[in-house]
C-alpha cells in the first residue's frame, strides 16, 4: 500500500502534475517572500513577556515618554583636548539636531509634547569629559514604530551634521546601537542564502561526483525556502507571529541544511534501488517507501521539537518555534515530493559520469563504513563504554561556558561605531546619559518613591517626579554599561527599594531592567523547554522504533553529544575566540537544535537497523545499515554543519557561537556517536535493544565467518 502511493508521485504522469504544482506555488510564493524582511519586529522590547516587570512598566509609559522614542548620543573626541573652535561647533550642531525630522517636539515652554525630565535637557549644552577630549550631545527621536528601521539613515545624517576636522564622531546610544544592529543584520537574506548555498553545492559535488545532479536538491531546497517564507510573512501580518532579523537567518541555514539531508537520504535510497530495478519509476516507489518513513521521523522530530519553543517566555524564542517548525514542514513536502518527481523526470544520465546501471554492484559494501562496523564488531562493550568515558570528559567543558550575558561591547565579532562610542565615553568619566533606569507608581506616592530611589549605589540623582492620569513618573541615570552584571545589581537594588514603598505599586524599567529581565526569563525557559522537547523526542522514537530501550538509549546518547560539543564549544569561545561569554538563550537555542537535528542521523540509522533485522538479525543489521547509510549520513552531517557555520559570516557573537556549537554537534553525532557508540551498543545488546518487542527472535552472536560476509541488505 505505501510503495503504491508512493509510486503514485512518481508515475508516468503525476510526475509531471506534482512538478506543475510545486512551480505554480514558487512563483505566487517569491513575492510574498521577499516582504518577510518587511514584517520583521527587531524592536528588543517586543521580545520580552507581557508578564516581564520591564514590560509592565514599558506599557504605562504612555503619558510620560514616546514608547517608541530612541535616545541617541553624539561623541565627539579630540585626542590632546577638544578646542573652543570645537566646542562651538559642538553646539551649532546641537541646534541643527533639534531641527531634524523625528526629533522630540516641544511645547511654547521648551519642553517636549511628550514630556520626560530626560528629553526636557537643553540639547544645546553638551556635556564634556574632565581631561576635555570628549564632548557628547544627546537627542531623541520619535519616529513611530518602524523607528528602529529608519536609525541607520538617520545615523549617516548625524555624522553629516557632526562632522569635524580633527574630531573623531560617534554616534552611540540607542539610536547607535540600532544603527549598528541593522547594519549587522543588513543584506542578511542575499549574503546568507548565497554563502549557504554556495558552501552546500561544494559538498554536493564532492558527495555526488555529478555535474549536474547537485542542481536538484539545490532547487528543491530555494521552493522550500521561497515557500516558507510566504507562509511565515503571512502569519506574521495577519497572525502576530514574531519575526526578527535572528530568526529568519536561522529559517535560511535551517531549510537549505535539512533539506539537503532528506535529499541525500532519498537520493542515495533511490541509487540503491536503481541498481536493483530496471524501470526507474519502479525504483523511486521502493525508495519513497523505504526512505519517507525516516524522512518522516526526523521532519515530524524537528517541528515538534520546535514547536516546544512555544513554552517559552520569551517572545523572541517563541516566535522561532513557528517559524522553523513551517520551514521543516514545508521542506519535508518538497523533499518527498518534487525532488523525486525530478529525478525520475530526468532519468539515469543525471547521476553521470557515475550512472547506478541495472545490475551493477553497491559500491556501499566494501567502502570505509563497512571497515568501521567489522572492527567495532568483535569487542563492541569496550568500544562504546571508552566512547562514553571520552565523551564525559569532553562535557567538563561546561564549566567554563559563562551565560550571565554580554554587554554592548562584547555582542559584536567586529567593533561598531556604537560600542566604540561607548567605551571612549566609559575611558573619559562620562556616563551614558541614554541608559535610564524608570519608575511608575501610583501618583499619590510619587514623592516617597523618588526618595526611596535617591541615595541608592549605581544611580545618579532621581529625577523630580512627574504625574499624571494617576500615574507618577521618575528616572535616573545607570552608571553601567546596560546590559553588565553591574547594571543588573542596580536595577534589583532600586526595585527592592521602590517595590517597599507601601500603596506605591511601583514598577521598575528601562535598558538594564529589560536585559535582566531577559536574563531571567532566558533561564527560565532553558529549565523548561529542555525537559519537554527530550520527552517529545522520546515519545517520537518510541512509536517509530516501537521499542523503549532503543529510545531511551538514542536520547541518552544525544544529550551526551550535546554535553560534549558543550562543553569543547565553550573551551573554543573561552581559549581561540576570546569570546566573554554568551547569551542567555544560547543553551537552549543549542539544545533545541542539536537534540532535534541530532537525532535525525539516529533515527536514519536506526530505522535501516530495524528493517535489516526483520532478515539479518540486529547484530548483522547494525552492520548492513551502518555500510549502507553511513556515507549520506557522514554527508548530510557535514552540510549541516557547513550550513550553520556560515551563521559566522554574520558578526554577532550569539549567532557566531551557535553556528560553531551545532556544527561541533552534528559532526560529533555523525562521525562518533551515530557510527562508533550507537552501533556498538547495538552489537553488544543484540535483540534486547528492542524490548518489550521481540523483533529479533534469532539473536546471537556474529562469528568471525558472519563479520566477514558480504553484506546483502533488505530488497
Same mark, same amino acid.
Request: hydrophobic share 50%; glycine share 8%; net charge negative.
Given at each position: 500500500? *505505501?510503495?503504491?502511493?508512493?509510486?503514485?508521485?512518481?508515475?508516468?504522469?503525476? =510526475?509531471?502534475?506534482?512538478?506543475?504544482?510545486?512551480?505554480?506555488?514558487?512563483?505566487?510564493?517569491?513575492?510574498? %517572500?521577499?516582504?518577510?524582511?518587511?514584517?520583521?519586529?527587531?524592536?528588543?522590547?517586543?521580545?520580552?513577556?507581557?508578564?516581564?516587570?520591564?514590560?509592565?512598566?514599558?506599557? =504605562?509609559?504612555?503619558?510620560?515618554?514616546?514608547?517608541?522614542?530612541?535616545?541617541?548620543?553624539?561623541?565627539?573626541?579630540?585626542?590632546?583636548?577638544?578646542?573652543?573652535?570645537?566646542?562651538?561647533?559642538?553646539?551649532?550642531?546641537?541646534?541643527?539636531?533639534? &531641527? /531634524?525630522?523625528?526629533?522630540?517636539?516641544?511645547?511654547?515652554?521648551?519642553?517636549?509634547?511628550?514630556?520626560?525630565?530626560?528629553?526636557?535637557?537643553?540639547?544645546?549644552?553638551?556635556?564634556?569629559?574632565?581631561?576635555?577630549?570628549?564632548?557628547?550631545?544627546?537627542?531623541?527621536?520619535?519616529?513611530?514604530?518602524?523607528? @528602529?528601521?529608519?536609525?541607520?539613515?538617520?545615523?549617516?545624517?548625524?555624522?553629516?551634521?557632526?562632522?569635524?576636522?580633527?574630531?573623531?564622531?560617534?554616534?552611540?546610544?540607542?539610536?547607535?546601537?540600532?544603527?549598528?544592529?541593522?547594519?549587522? !543584520?543588513?543584506?542578511?537574506?542575499?549574503?546568507?542564502?548565497?554563502?549557504?548555498?554556495?558552501?552546500?553545492?561544494?559538498?554536493?559535488?564532492?558527495?555526488?561526483?555529478?555535474?549536474?545532479? @547537485?542542481?536538484?536538491?539545490?532547487?528543491?531546497?530555494?521552493?522550500?525556502? !521561497?515557500?516558507?517564507?510566504?507562509?511565515?510573512?503571512?502569519?506574521?501580518?495577519?497572525?502576530?507571529?514574531?519575526?526578527?532579523?535572528?530568526?529568519?537567518?536561522?529559517?535560511?541555514?535551517?531549510?537549505?541544511? %535539512?533539506?539537503?539531508?532528506?535529499?541525500?537520504?532519498?537520493?542515495?535510497?533511490?541509487?540503491?534501488?536503481?541498481?536493483? *530495478?530496471?524501470?526507474?519509476?519502479?525504483? /523511486?516507489?521502493?525508495?519513497?517507501?523505504?526512505?519517507?518513513?525516516?524522512?518522516?521521523?526526523?521532519?515530524?522530530? $524537528?517541528?515538534?521539537?520546535?514547536?516546544?519553543?512555544?513554552?517559552?517566555?520569551?517572545?523572541?524564542?517563541?516566535?522561532?518555534?513557528?517559524?522553523?517548525?513551517?520551514?521543516?514542514?514545508?521542506?519535508?513536502?518538497? /523533499?518527498?515530493?518534487?525532488?523525486?518527481?525530478?529525478?525520475?523526470?530526468?532519468?539515469? @544520465?543525471?547521476?553521470?559520469? #557515475?550512472?547506478?546501471?541495472? +545490475?551493477?554492484?553497491?559500491?556501499?559494501?566494501?567502502?570505509?563504513?563497512?571497515?568501521?562496523?567489522?572492527?567495532?564488531?568483535?569487542?563492541?562493550?569496550?568500544?562504546?563504554?571508552?566512547?562514553?568515558?571520552?565523551?564525559?570528559?569532553?562535557?567538563?567543558?561546561?564549566?567554563?561556558?559563562?551565560?550571565? +550575558?554580554?554587554?554592548?561591547?562584547?555582542?559584536?565579532?567586529?567593533?561598531?561605531?556604537?560600542?566604540?562610542?561607548?567605551?571612549?565615553?566609559?575611558?573619559?568619566?562620562?556616563?551614558?546619559?541614554?541608559? =535610564?533606569?524608570?519608575?511608575?507608581?501610583?501618583?499619590?506616592?510619587?514623592?516617597?518613591?523618588?526618595?526611596?530611589?535617591?541615595?541608592?549605589?549605581?544611580?545618579?540623582?532621581?529625577?523630580?517626579?512627574?504625574? =499624571?492620569?494617576?500615574?507618577?513618573?521618575?528616572?535616573?541615570?545607570?552608571?553601567?554599561?546596560?546590559?553588565?552584571?553591574?547594571?543588573?545589581?542596580?536595577?534589583? #537594588?532600586?526595585?527592592? &527599594?521602590? *517595590?517597599?514603598?507601601?500603596?506605591?505599586?511601583?514598577?521598575?524599567?528601562?535598558?538594564?531592567?529589560?536585559?535582566?529581565?531577559?536574563?531571567?526569563?532566558?533561564?527560565?525557559?532553558?529549565?523548561?523547554?529542555?525537559?519537554?522537547?527530550?520527552? $517529545?523526542?522520546?515519545?517520537?522514537? /518510541?512509536?517509530?522504533?516501537?521499542?523503549?530501550?532503543?529510545?531511551?538509549?538514542?536520547? &541518552?546518547?544525544?544529550?551526551?553529544?550535546?554535553?560534549?560539543?558543550?562543553?569543547?564549544?565553550?573551551?573554543?569561545?573561552?581559549?581561540?575566540?576570546?569570546?566573554?561569554?554568551?547569551?542567555?538563550?544560547?543553551?537552549?537555542?543549542?539544545?533545541?537544535?542539536?537534540?532535534?537535528?541530532?537525532?535525525?542521523?539516529?533515527?536514519?540509522?536506526?530505522?535501516?537497523?530495524?528493517?535489516?533485522?526483520?532478515?539479518?538479525?540486529?547484530?548483522?543489521?547494525?552492520?548492513?545499515?551502518?555500510?549502507?547509510?553511513?556515507?549520506?549520513?557522514?554527508?548530510?552531517?557535514?552540510?549541516?554543519?557547513?550550513?550553520?557555520?556560515?551563521?559566522?559570516?554574520?558578526?554577532?557573537?550569539?549567532?557566531?557561537?551557535?553556528?560553531?556549537?551545532?556544527?561541533?554537534?552534528?559532526?560529533?553525532?555523525?562521525?562518533?556517536?551515530?557510527?562508533?557508540? $550507537?552501533?556498538?551498543?547495538?552489537?553488544?545488546?543484540?535483540?534486547?535493544?528492542?524490548?518489550?518487542?521481540?523483533?529479533?527472535?534469532?539473536?546471537?552472536?556474529?562469528?568471525?565467518?558472519?563479520?566477514?560476509?558480504?553484506?546483502?541488505?533488505?530488497?
Amino acid at each position: 500500500m *505505501h510503495r503504491q502511493i508512493a509510486g503514485s508521485l512518481t508515475g508516468r504522469v503525476t =510526475k509531471w502534475l506534482v512538478l506543475v504544482t510545486w512551480l505554480l506555488i514558487a512563483v505566487g510564493s517569491a513575492g510574498f %517572500a521577499a516582504k518577510l524582511t518587511d514584517v520583521q519586529n527587531n524592536e528588543a522590547s517586543s521580545w520580552l513577556p507581557d508578564t516581564a516587570e520591564s514590560t509592565r512598566a514599558f506599557e =504605562k509609559l504612555g503619558p510620560f515618554q514616546d514608547p517608541n522614542a530612541i535616545p541617541t548620543l553624539v561623541v565627539y573626541e579630540r585626542e590632546g583636548g577638544l578646542t573652543e573652535a570645537d566646542l562651538a561647533d559642538i553646539e551649532e550642531h546641537a541646534v541643527e539636531i533639534a &531641527a /531634524m525630522d523625528g526629533v522630540e517636539e516641544t511645547d511654547e515652554g521648551g519642553m517636549p509634547s511628550v514630556v520626560s525630565p530626560a528629553a526636557a535637557q537643553q540639547i544645546g549644552v553638551p556635556a564634556i569629559s574632565e581631561d576635555g577630549e570628549v564632548a557628547q550631545t544627546q537627542v531623541t527621536f520619535a519616529l513611530g514604530s518602524e523607528g @528602529w528601521n529608519k536609525m541607520p539613515g538617520i545615523a549617516d545624517d548625524l555624522r553629516d551634521i557632526a562632522e569635524i576636522d580633527g574630531v573623531e564622531v560617534y554616534i552611540a546610544g540607542g539610536g547607535g546601537q540600532a544603527a549598528d544592529a541593522a547594519e549587522a !543584520f543588513g543584506g542578511i537574506d542575499s549574503t546568507l542564502l548565497f554563502a549557504t548555498l554556495s558552501v552546500v553545492i561544494i559538498i554536493l559535488l564532492f558527495t555526488y561526483r555529478s555535474p549536474v545532479l @547537485w542542481i536538484l536538491p539545490i532547487i528543491c531546497a530555494g521552493i522550500s525556502l !521561497f515557500t516558507a517564507q510566504a507562509i511565515i510573512y503571512f502569519a506574521a501580518k495577519y497572525a502576530d507571529l514574531t519575526v526578527n532579523g535572528q530568526s529568519q537567518a536561522i529559517l535560511t541555514i535551517l531549510v537549505i541544511g %535539512a533539506g539537503t539531508d532528506y535529499a541525500l537520504l532519498l537520493v542515495a535510497r533511490y541509487r540503491e534501488e536503481l541498481r536493483r *530495478h530496471e524501470d526507474r519509476h519502479e525504483a /523511486m516507489a521502493f525508495a519513497l517507501h523505504r526512505a519517507a518513513p525516516a524522512i518522516l521521523a526526523s521532519a515530524a522530530t $524537528v517541528v515538534l521539537g520546535m514547536l516546544c519553543l512555544l513554552f517559552a517566555e520569551m517572545n523572541s524564542t517563541a516566535g522561532l518555534g513557528p517559524v522553523a517548525a513551517i520551514g521543516i514542514a514545508v521542506t519535508f513536502l518538497v /523533499m518527498v515530493t518534487l525532488l523525486p518527481a525530478l529525478l525520475v523526470i530526468a532519468g539515469r @544520465w543525471v547521476f553521470w559520469p #557515475r550512472r547506478p546501471t541495472f +545490475g551493477s554492484p553497491e559500491p556501499t559494501q566494501s567502502g570505509i563504513w563497512a571497515k568501521v562496523g567489522r572492527a567495532i564488531a568483535p569487542r563492541p562493550r569496550p568500544v562504546w563504554i571508552l566512547t562514553s568515558v571520552l565523551l564525559a570528559v569532553a562535557c567538563l567543558g561546561l564549566f567554563t561556558l559563562n551565560t550571565n +550575558g554580554l554587554t554592548t561591547e562584547e555582542t559584536y565579532t567586529t567593533e561598531f561605531e556604537s560600542v566604540t562610542g561607548q567605551q571612549v565615553l566609559v575611558d573619559h568619566g562620562l556616563v551614558d546619559q541614554s541608559n =535610564k533606569v524608570v519608575v511608575v507608581a501610583n501618583a499619590e506616592q510619587a514623592d516617597a518613591v523618588a526618595a526611596a530611589v535617591d541615595g541608592i549605589e549605581g544611580v545618579e540623582e532621581p529625577s523630580e517626579p512627574l504625574t =499624571k492620569d494617576g500615574v507618577g513618573f521618575i528616572e535616573a541615570t545607570i552608571d553601567h554599561d546596560p546590559s553588565t552584571q553591574a547594571a543588573f545589581d542596580t536595577v534589583e #537594588r532600586v526595585r527592592d &527599594a521602590v *517595590h517597599a514603598v507601601d500603596g506605591a505599586d511601583a514598577l521598575v524599567g528601562g535598558n538594564s531592567a529589560f536585559f535582566l529581565d531577559t536574563l531571567q526569563a532566558s533561564e527560565r525557559d532553558s529549565l523548561v523547554i529542555i525537559p519537554i522537547i527530550l520527552v $517529545v523526542v522520546l515519545l517520537i522514537l /518510541m512509536v517509530l522504533l516501537r521499542s523503549l530501550v532503543a529510545p531511551l538509549i538514542l536520547i &541518552a546518547t544525544v544529550v551526551l553529544s550535546f554535553g560534549a560539543a558543550l562543553g569543547l564549544s565553550s573551551l573554543l569561545f573561552t581559549y581561540v575566540f576570546g569570546f566573554a561569554g554568551a547569551d542567555p538563550s544560547f543553551p537552549l537555542f543549542a539544545f533545541v537544535f542539536l537534540v532535534a537535528l541530532g537525532i535525525d542521523y539516529n533515527i536514519f540509522l536506526m530505522t535501516r537497523v530495524r528493517e535489516e533485522t526483520m532478515n539479518a538479525g540486529t547484530r548483522k543489521g547494525s552492520l548492513i545499515a551502518l555500510t549502507s547509510t553511513g556515507g549520506v549520513i557522514t554527508s548530510a552531517g557535514l552540510v549541516l554543519a557547513a550550513t550553520f557555520l556560515v551563521l559566522g559570516t554574520i558578526p554577532m557573537v550569539f549567532l557566531a557561537e551557535l553556528g560553531v556549537a551545532v556544527a561541533l554537534g552534528v559532526i560529533l553525532d555523525t562521525m562518533i556517536v551515530r557510527s562508533v557508540l $550507537v552501533t556498538a551498543i547495538n552489537m553488544d545488546l543484540g535483540g534486547r535493544i528492542w524490548w518489550p518487542s521481540r523483533l529479533d527472535r534469532d539473536d546471537h552472536e556474529l562469528t568471525v565467518e558472519e563479520i566477514r560476509a558480504p553484506i546483502e541488505t533488505v530488497h
